[in-house]
């Protein structure tokens, strides 16, 4: 005898390049159900399909007609997406970055989420840091979000660092229009940006099990200093191991995977997640997971 599910029924998923190991599905599964929500949440992988980005048409298309209530989308998507969408929130507007995209009444409204993901677990893990002085490594889109996070959460003065130099410097450009004029600027002088750093945030892959190290020199670390990672596995990377060594306060990427999910969720569903239960069951799923998942 066929025994059918009752519950209410939501269809969501991850649009991105090599998500084969994201842990976003089954932080929204597992929140829906503790909700008595039966959240199905699927990764259309571009890689693993053998598609590009000039594929998002069709893969939007498609989740529309099947019935999804949104995607987050990660790389090389954030941009990609956005001339698709009829609608942006005030924050995807800004940042020109889309991670989530809600799907309803036949419209596709994008928001960012990546930039509060990062937001909230700064206030949590980092309540009492020192923040008017910040130097940043990274300006691609996990960097845009996590500089307008800072810059929102009290920051004075931004350096941002980049191997391609004009994109830190258009990073800096845009955070000055919203910001104000001297909040945000380039960086050509790690060293000394990192001598008058309250602390330091860590934006690009480099720390993941696929791309070991460090993303700038140990020795300009500092026992004053805290430090802040976005990425996620591992937990501790080689940056980290190196500040808690020198007594520096830290951050891991786990909060902004969490928090991101946090908000998408709530789009999605128009639910409350519980944040607190969606932090715990991560953990338990880092612990469990191999080491070079990526870090959406």
């Keep these: 005898m066929t025994t059918w599910d009752s519950r209410p029924a939501l269809l ?20 829906g159900a503790e909700q ?18 000039e594929a998002l048409p069709e893969l939007l298309t498609a989740a529309e007609r099947v019935g999804f209530a949104g995607l987050n989308v990660t790389h090389p998507c954030k941009q990609a997406v956005i001339p698709l969408l009829h ?19 036949g419209r596709r409204v994008g928001h960012n989420t990546d930039w509060s993901g990062f937001a909230e677990g700064f206030r949590r893990g980092l309540p009492d840091a020192k923040r008017d002085r910040v130097a940043q490594i990274g300006a691609g889109g996990a960097g845009a979000a996590v500089a307008h996070a800072i810059l929102t959460l009290g920051a004075t003065r931004l350096s941002v660092f980049d191997t391609d130099g004009a994109r830190a410097e258009a990073l800096a450009d845009a955070l000055c229009a919203r910001f104000g004029e001297g ?3 380039a960086g050509t002088d790690l060293r000394g940006a990192m001598a008058g ?21 140990a020795a300009l670390l500092r026992p004053s200093h805290w430090v802040a990672e976005i990425v996620y596995f591992p937990l501790e990377t080689e940056l980290l191991r190196a500040a808690r060594a020198l007594g520096c306060a830290t951050l891991d ?9 946090v908000g998408a969720f709530r789009l999605f569903t128009g639910l409350e997640p519980d944040a607190e239960r969606m932090l715990r069951h991560f953990k338990d799923m880092v612990s469990e997971a191999a080491p070079d998942a990526p870090r959406t």
Aim: glycine share 16%; charged share 15%; aromatic share 4%.
């Design 36 to 53: 008595g929500l039966r959240s199905i949440y699927r990764r259309l992988d571009l890689s693993a399909l053998g598609l590009g980005v």
């Design 12 to 31: 969501a998923g991850l649009i991105g390049t090599g998500i084969g190991a994201s842990l976003t599905p089954a932080l929204h599964e597992r929140e």
């Design 253 to 261: 990427g786990g909060g902004m995977a969490v928090f991101q999910a």
């Design 183 to 185: 909040r945000a600027a």
């Design 197 to 217: 750093a309250d602390g330091v945030v860590n934006c690009t892959p480099v720390g993941m099990a696929k791309y070991p190290g460090l993303p700038l020199p």
């Design 87 to 105: 609608e942006l929130s005030d924050d995807a507007r800004a940042l020109g970055a889309v991670n989530t995209v809600v799907l309803r009444g």
